[in-house]
T-cell receptor
Framework: AQSVTQLGSHVSVSEGALVLLRCNYS??????LFWYVQYPNQGLQLLLK??????LVKGINGFEAEFKKSETSFHLTKPSAHMSDAAEYFCAVSGSNDYKLSFGAGTTVTVRA | KAGVTQTPRYLIKTRGQQVTLSCSPI?????VSWYQQTPGQGLQFLFE???????NKGNFPGRFSGRQFSNSRSEMNVSTLELGDSALYLC???????????FGQGTRLTVV
């Protein structure tokens, strides 16, 4: 069974500062890993996904994540936070042959002016 | 290109009633999956359909059911509603097998 753990339920950053959201996975098979963002009263939007190609994955809105097998991690970063990045972020994992996502508990990002 | 459309957006039901939620995927997408989001349990997988066949089901009681039609539209039904069924129900679609990239805005169900 696959699962992910997001470290930190809330992160507060200053505008222009680095955004770092942590995600560790547990999987008995090579996983597919994802980051989604959810704005208030909205559905989820896919930011990026890792599917065993390049370990450094670039996504939308300037976000990127690096798959580190040795650390079982898939942390999400953005060099410079913008006010519009304030949202809840979810890390998720699936197997390569199944069709369901297992989500982390989410990390809420607040951006200070 | 229209996104994933879920109707209705908000719903209030009484305990014991049943409810049907609808999801229209992105045109051409044949896979539709459903998730429940609650403050306590987070996001949990309900089921996934591809070409009218349920391929995977989450760990929910039999009161939760779904189906997919030949035009890929999907419905989920919850019978004998309980207070704990109050949640945001999200539908997602994808064109191929694998995790979905596109989610609808959800249906917020409140059971009173």
């Amino acid at each position: 069974a696959q699962s992910v753990t997001q470290l930190g339920s809330h992160v507060s950053v200053s505008e222009g500062a680095l955004v770092l959201l942590r995600c560790n996975y547990s999987s008995s098979v090579p996983p597919y890993l994802f980051w989604y963002v959810q704005y208030p009263n909205q559905g989820l939007q896919l930011l990026l996904k890792y599917t065993s190609a390049a370990t450094l994955v670039k996504g939308i809105n300037g976000f990127e994540a690096e798959f580190k097998k040795s650390e079982t991690s898939f942390h999400l970063t953005k060099p410079s936070a913008h006010m519009s990045d304030a949202a809840e972020y979810f890390c998720a994992v699936s197997g390569s042959n199944d069709y369901k996502l297992s989500f982390g508990a989410g990390t809420t990002v607040t951006v200070r002016a | 290109k229209a996104g994933v459309t879920q109707t209705p957006r908000y719903l209030i039901k009484t305990r014991g009633q049943q409810v049907t939620l609808s999801c229209s995927p992105i045109s051409g997408h044949r896979s539709v999956s459903w998730y429940q989001q609650t403050p306590g349990q987070g996001l949990q997988f309900l089921f996934e359909y591809f070409s009218e066949t349920q391929r995977n089901k989450g760990n929910f009681p039999g009161r939760f059911s779904g189906r997919q039609f030949s035009n890929s539209r999907s419905e989920m039904n919850v019978s004998t509603l309980e207070l704990g069924d109050s949640a945001l129900y999200l539908c997602a679609s994808s064109s191929l097998q694998g995790a979905p990239a596109f989610f609808g805005q959800g249906t917020r169900l409140t059971v009173v």
